[in-house]
């Protein structure tokens, strides 16, 4: 992830852009053709004019709020590990742990990328402890992988709105991207993809709009129109969250085994539909999932 986003801060940067690191964003005020915004970088004050803001500061965004957008109301609390050398053997593969024992609301994630390893596990805030679910995912999945053998690269963790794309993302002073707009799976969490995916739309519609001034061309970018794509998921969503018992888990995971689960499987975990962007799928890795039993394992070509 880390050599992904200098690349692209690389290209950002040949492109004109200003890169400041570690600026805090303290607010912004209105004015007649766009913001003022108040930044704040090793205790030295400064404002910077804009007629356009765009807010990609995380789930819990101060731009939402200065902009008067929507806010993330629904979230599920992650924690992962990065291990690295520890040793692999054949190809690439992500595997699911399916128990709300240990994960409620959410699942466990083992992923063996074929240079290092991640583990993680995610749930809901009122049910669930972030480290000790951690601690014993670790000792479930030290059965697929040497993982005592591997060096802690590094362990991060946080909020994940889970609410779907928020109705009211844009202004004519800004908008909200990534996390900040909800642009999150309600389902899987997965949010790298639809940032992307949602950030590609948005640089186009916002061209057009500071070049033609009329405030019509963002009525694509409301979140309230792409929201209608999450309907299904925040369904699911609603569903997995509120499920309980081991034997549901275990059925879930039957019927994820019968052709129609695996076509939902494949659509749920790797399928484009959150927004509007048509763009060829490569080959995945196949997807394991598991349940409480040691035995339990579904792999899924993908």
């Known amino acids: 992830m880390g050599r992904l986003y200098q690349r692209l801060l690389t290209e950002a940067q040949a492109l004109g852009v200003t890169w400041s690191p570690a600026t805090h964003f303290d607010g912004c005020e209105a004015t007649t053709s766009g913001s003022v915004i108040s930044l704040r970088r090793k205790e030295q004050a400064t404002k910077v004019r804009a007629r356009f803001i765009c807010g990609a500061d995380g789930a819990r965004s101060r731009v939402a709020a200065a902009l008067s957008l929507d806010s993330n109301y629904e979230w599920i609390v ?112 997965g949010g790298l993809d639809p940032c992307l995916r949602l950030s590609e739309f948005a640089a186009a519609e916002i061209a057009e709009y500071l070049e033609s001034g009329d405030e019509k061309v963002l009525a694509a970018l409301q979140g309230r129109q792409l929201r209608k794509k999450f309907r299904g998921r925040l369904t699911l969503r609603r569903c997995w969250s509120r499920m309980e018992s081991p034997q549901t888990t275990e059925l879930v995971c039957a019927l994820l085994g019968t052709p129609p689960g695996r076509w939902l499987a494949r659509r749920v975990f790797f399928g484009p539909g959150s927004f509007p962007d ?22 899924i070509p993908l």
């Open 78 to 189: 992650g924690v992962e590990d990065v291990l690295a050398e520890v040793p692999l053997e054949g190809p690439p593969c992500f595997h699911c742990f399916l128990d709300p024992g240990i994960a409620p609301g959410y699942l466990g994630w083992l992923v063996h990328d074929g240079a290092e390893v991640h583990i993680g596990v995610a749930g809901t805030p009122a049910r669930f402890a972030a480290r000790d679910a951690l601690a014993q995912l670790r000792a479930r999945a030290r059965k697929i992988l040497p993982l005592d053998r591997g060096r802690l690269v590094e362990r991060r963790g946080g909020w994940i709105p889970v609410n779907g794309v928020l109705p009211s993302i844009v202004n004519p002073r800004g908008m909200l991207l990534g996390d900040a707009a909800g642009a999150v799976s309600p389902l899987t969490a």
């Open 278 to 299: 048509p763009q060829p799928r490569k080959s995945r890795p196949p997807l394991v999932l598991r349940t409480g039993r040691p035995d339990s394992a579904l792999t």
